[in-house]
């Protein structure tokens, strides 16, 4: 079954997914080989690019590298695994300095056409949500389309951080 993740249907609207925490073992062993199987099983949009951003500096050849033994192509499927890497991009910055999100905007920008709808996935610790989420706000909204944020739990680290953390993102974004 396939998950509309766009109340849009303009032919000319451009979709990216960017992975935060793209170096670390959850998008290795969990969020790469998904959206893989997404991609593999075209249950994106198409046309769908991928960033990994994380702080930690590399390039998309050494995060495929970093998840060949997680994203796997079954045979008959290694020309669509080479669309699926070329489709990803890697950007490395802080996860509190406003330059490296413009930067990551600038890059979205030059993949997108027409409409630009945006899905940030946070596979990172509690401790950076905040200045992240405040980072997006400031520099990575969509100009024309929609704009998701997915925050991975742990959802803070107990009850008071959970409400503050939540506090902050409705203050950011509308649900």
């Not at 079954?1 to 000319?12: E, F, L, M, W």
């Not at 989420?133 to 107990?158: H, N, Q, Y």
């Not at 009850?159 to 902050?168: I, K, Q, R």
Request: charged letters at 25%.
């Amino acid at each position: 079954k396939k998950v509309q993740i766009s109340s849009s249907t303009a032919a000319d609207a451009s979709h990216v997914f960017v992975v935060f925490g793209a170096s670390g073992d959850l998008a290795r062993k969990k969020i790469y080989p998904t959206l893989w199987a997404l991609y593999r099983d075209s249950l994106m949009p198409k046309g769908t690019q991928i960033f990994g951003y994380a702080r930690s500096k590399m390039t998309v050849s050494q995060l495929r590298e970093k998840c060949v033994g997680t994203v796997k192509a079954k045979e008959g499927e290694e020309e669509l695994l080479e669309q699926f890497w070329a489709a990803n991009h890697y950007v490395a910055g802080s996860y509190d300095t406003q330059g490296d999100f413009e930067r990551l905007n600038q890059d979205m920008v030059a993949v997108e056409k027409g409409i630009a709808n945006r899905l940030f996935y946070l596979a990172l610790p509690p401790s950076v949500f905040k200045p992240v989420t405040s980072m997006l706000k400031a520099a990575c909204m969509s100009p024309s389309g929609w704009t998701r944020v997915i925050v991975e739990k742990p959802f803070g680290k107990d009850s008071a951080s959970s409400a503050d953390l939540s506090d902050h993102l409705q203050k950011l974004f509308k649900e």
